[in-house]
């Protein structure tokens, strides 16, 4: 089972960092986590993904758990572009080029 | 940005009528998807590409079939339209494919079927 489980939502106040968590605990040992975003009216973006170390990318950070079973996701700084839906995702076991996108955790900043 | 294209970005057409959803790409990427959009549902996979010519369905795949002739236009055809396809639809593309790759998605077509 490929499902992942978020908040559904959170808040955050502008230029302060923002802890995003999702829970895995079924994830397989080759699946990566992916993270995505989406802003109102638009498609999905792309934000980080990894395997067991932690990265950084000049979006996030993702901090993944010793034993896989949860990460986080880190904004540094938050902006109120930053505000949109966020996915943790992992691909679904029954197909393998898909992924299952939950309902996710809608941030919102304020200013 | 990665260069997708996805035309039309508005449309609204009958009950039983054939619709095409067409996803133009410049990166040379292997992948195209599509992927269709509902409150409640969050975004599931429609039907995927993973080169010209070969395609397979994804989890929702009924009432949809595609096409991938060349490797920059992956269509999307409902061949009788019904209400229950009225959603935002998004192309993506990847050029590693899903676990290890990045997925760029398109800006939507939003379809109603009346």
């Known amino acids: 089972d490929a499902k992942t489980t978020q908040p559904n939502s959170m808040e955050s106040n502008e230029e302060e960092p923002v802890h995003l968590p999702c829970n895995h605990s079924?994830?397989?040992?080759?699946?990566?986590i992916h993270w995505y975003r989406q802003l109102p009216s638009q498609g999905p973006e792309y934000v980080i993904h990894?395997?067991?170390s932690n990265v950084n990318n000049r979006m996030a950070s993702l901090a993944i758990a010793e034993d896989r079973k949860s990460s986080t996701l880190i904004l540094h700084r938050a902006t109120l572009r930053d505000a949109a839906v966020y996915y943790c995702?992992?691909?679904?076991?029954?197909?393998?080029?898909?992924?299952?996108f939950g309902p996710g955790t809608r941030l919102s900043v304020l200013p | 940005d990665a260069g997708i294209t996805q035309s039309p970005r508005h449309k609204v057409t009958e009950t039983g009528t054939p619709v095409t959803l067409r996803c133009h790409q410049t990166?040379?990427?292997?992948?195209m998807y599509w992927y269709r959009q509902d409150p409640g549902h969050g975004l599931r996979l429609i039907h995927y590409?993973?080169?010209?010519?070969?395609?397979d369905k994804g989890e929702v795949s009924d009432g949809y079939s595609v096409s991938r002739s060349k490797t920059e236009d992956f269509l999307l055809t409902l061949e009788s339209a019904t209400s229950s396809q009225t959603s935002v639809y998004f192309c993506?593309?990847?050029?590693?494919?899903?676990?290890?790759?990045?997925?760029?998605f398109g800006e939507g077509s939003r379809l109603t079927v009346l």
């Open positions: 990166e040379n990427h292997r992948y």
């Open positions: 590409s993973y080169g010209v010519k070969d395609t």
């Open positions: 079924t994830i397989s040992g080759t699946d990566y």
């Open positions: 995702i992992l691909r679904d076991p029954n197909y393998g080029q898909n992924f299952v």
């Open positions: 993506a593309i990847s050029e590693l494919g899903m676990n290890t790759g990045e997925l760029f």
């Open positions: 990894g395997l067991t």
